[in-house]
């Protein structure tokens, strides 16, 4: 990916897949965040391609919206429109045309997960930073995504909701939800049981390549295709 000029991610094979749990780590500026836009299809890389179960990402057709109902991402800093929690929640399951007693359900059982039960008429623009994170995490949860791109979730939450996020993403591959999330600590992978993908400067290095085969559940950047012209993302 170039910006301005400026190559700040630089990745010539990648392939995410299986219900598992990817860690994403990095300085500062490394990449991560740029990374995770590709990877919900919201930004086309410079060059390159990204495939999503085999199939190229169809960047700039009407059928690339009904592809990206496969992937939420999960912001690093939520934002939330003035209305109730609940109504925030249910946004995405709306704009699907789901009807309202199953968004009923999918947003209750989302709030109950971020332990968010009593949170439903709050206003969500008088909440905390914490309480901002769950109500992002139930709004995600709630859409049931094949892959959940999170980006920073257990960064500035105290250490209550940081074990209450943990242990949702712990559980998230078993419910087959492919995750991948960014940290900058190193220590999540191992306490989170998830795969390193170490980025320097928006480069991965070759010992954290995926070798394995991309799943249906999985999104691929596969060799030389990212690699197409100057080898960019
Ligand atoms: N839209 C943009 N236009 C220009 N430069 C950008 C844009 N988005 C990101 N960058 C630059 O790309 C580089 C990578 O940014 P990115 O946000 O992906 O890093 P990050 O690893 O997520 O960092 P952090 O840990 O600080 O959140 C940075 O140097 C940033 O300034």
Known sequence: MVFDGQRVLDVHRLAIGGNRLHILTGANGAGKSTLLNVLAFL?????GQVTFAGAPVPWGSPSLFRLRRNVT???QFPY???GSVFENVAYGLGVRG???????Q??????AQTNLGSFARRNALQLSGGEIRR????????????????DEPLANVDHETARLLESLI???????????????????????????????AGGIGQADLIAERPIPAGIGVPVHQIAASAATL
């Open 73 to 75: 991402l999960m912001q």
């Open 98 to 104: 789901m009807g309202t007693a199953e968004q009923r």
């Open 106 to 111: 999918r947003v209750d059982a989302a709030l």
């Open 80 to 82: 939330l429109f003035s």
């Open 135 to 150: 109500v992002a995490m139930a709004r995600a949860l709630a859409l049931k995504p094949r892959v959940l791109l999170l």
């Open 43 to 47: 930004t086309p890389p410079t060059s």
């Open 170 to 200: 712990i559980s998230l591959p078993r419910q087959g939800v492919c995750t991948i999330m960014t940290t900058h600590e190193p220590n999540h992978a191992d306490r989170l049981g998830g795969k390193t993908i170490h980025l320097v």
